[in-house]
């Protein structure tokens, strides 16, 4: 199993050797952590970003890489929850993560396609009328169309023009290039801003954790505000270039974009440690849509799902000054990352990020799918199995699909020898700690 993108050869960094002092720790080495090692490494920042394996090994490598400010149907959500001035930022503050992937990536070798995008939906019309009407509200043309092209019988699209698609590694590899990181460099234990790793100390003024799911459990209350989302990519050759990016409202249905000769196709999605689609899904709707494709690659990925659809980006918890995050980018992890790099940069730079109070991770919980991670957490808690995740103890599930262990409360997953594979479990099943 892997991803169309894996092939990408990436910069190697050492190992931490010994103890060192920084302005600003990094921790997490995905390409939210990278971008924001970048934008403090091009303000004459002293940083520092470790990795506990090599950059980009866990979720950046398995994404589908859209780069786009359309995510599902998110700006009639927060124009009725949150208001008219809250959409809109949400809105620029996208725009601004898209354009900033625009400028970089004029000089740099990634595959950058512009490309329209369509989030559909099978049986609801009515949903994508509220969201162009919200759209125009806050001033955003978007246009709804009656048919787009694949093989999906819909009720219609809501279509964003002139978004984009690349080859993330390929980005990365040249990003990282100069920049100041560890690699196989794994945080132990933090002690205030101090980080412990197995062969020196990081003395941090600051730290910033990008971690995918936030691993310092006593701040912020994330195993309450996020939960996981597992799903399914195959890439399959023959097939005709569809000349656009395409995703189902529904976090269930398919998504489709070309890349060269290969269409990716994706779905089959469920939260991670319950049964969905998986792979199956995806082969059987190739057989029967596409019968003359051949698969190539085929992959998972793993999202952070936060309370409202809106990403944690800035102070870990109120009681943190000196402690950042970033997390919960609900599927759209590329401009997620980037708006994450440029928010968290202008805040360690002093200046004031006109969007931050959107992403505040200390905003309000109280939201629906809080009673549903709340249960899901509670059941698996009093479920009796000789499996249970470290990280607070939920009962583990085995996923049949894919061979491993996957904790169905914040998302875990283990080998079928134990050994980690997503976090927030920060070890293995046999000598894991309880959380930092």
Not at 6 to 12: D, E, N, R, T
Request: include cysteine; hydrophobic fraction near 35%.
């Amino acid at each position: 199993m892997e991803s169309v993108w894996q092939k990408i050869a990436l910069p190697k960094f050492p190992q931490l050797e010994k103890d060192i002092h920084t302005n600003v720790l990094i921790i997490g080495g995905g390409i939210a952590g990278i971008l924001t090692a970048y934008m403090l490494h091009q303000n004459g920042v002293k940083y520092a970003l470790v990795e506990k394996g090599e950059i980009c090994s866990g979720v950046t490598q398995n994404t589908t890489a859209k780069i786009t400010f359309q995510h599902g149907l998110i700006y009639g959500r927060i124009l009725k929850s949150s208001g008219m001035e809250k959409a809109q930022k949400y809105l620029k503050a996208n725009m601004a993560a898209f354009d900033k992937y625009a400028r970089m990536c004029r000089n740099i070798d990634c595959d950058y396609e512009i490309k329209d995008n369509y989030v559909y939906s099978v049986n609801n019309r009515k949903i994508l009328e509220e969201e162009t009407d919200a759209l125009r509200k806050i001033g955003y043309h978007a246009e709804l169309c009656d048919n787009i092209s694949i093989p999906v019988k819909t009720s219609g699209a809501v279509r964003f023009e002139s978004q984009a698609q690349f080859n993330p590694l390929k980005f990365i590899a040249s990003v990282a290039s100069n920049l100041n990181i560890y690699e196989n460099t794994f945080v132990r234990e933090m002690t205030g801003s101090t980080a412990v790793t197995d062969r020196g100390k990081i003395y941090a003024e600051r730290v910033i954790v990008t971690t995918h799911f936030p691993f310092i459990n006593k701040h912020g209350g994330y195993f309450l505000k996020l939960y996981q989302h597992r799903s399914y990519v195959l890439a399959l050759e023959n097939i005709a270039n569809v000349k656009g990016m395409y995703v189902d409202e529904n976090h269930t249905g398919l998504s489709f974009r070309s890349y060269g000769k290969l269409l990716l196709l994706g779905g089959g999605g469920h939260r991670t440690g319950k049964e969905g689609g998986g792979w199956d899904e995806l082969r059987s709707f190739a057989d029967r849509y596409y019968p003359h494709a051949r698969e190539k690659y085929f992959w998972a990925a793993q999202d952070c799902m936060s309370l409202d659809g809106i990403p944690y980006i800035g102070q870990y918890s109120k009681g943190s000054s000196k402690l950042y995050v970033a997390s919960g980018f609900n599927k759209w992890g590329m401009t997620g990352a980037m708006t994450a790099a440029l928010v968290l940069s202008n805040m360690i730079l002093g200046g004031s990020n006109e969007y931050a109070d959107v992403f505040d991770p200390s905003r309000s919980i109280l939201k629906p799918q809080l009673i549903v991670n709340g249960f899901e957490s509670a059941k698996n808690l009093l479920t009796i199995s000789e499996k249970r995740c470290p990280h607070l103890g939920c009962a583990l599930k085995w996923n049949a699909a894919e061979h491993s262990w996957d904790c169905p409360c914040h998302g875990s997953r283990f080998s079928e020898s134990g050994e980690v594979l997503d976090n927030p479990a920060n070890g293995n099943l046999s000598h894991a700690k309880t959380g930092q």
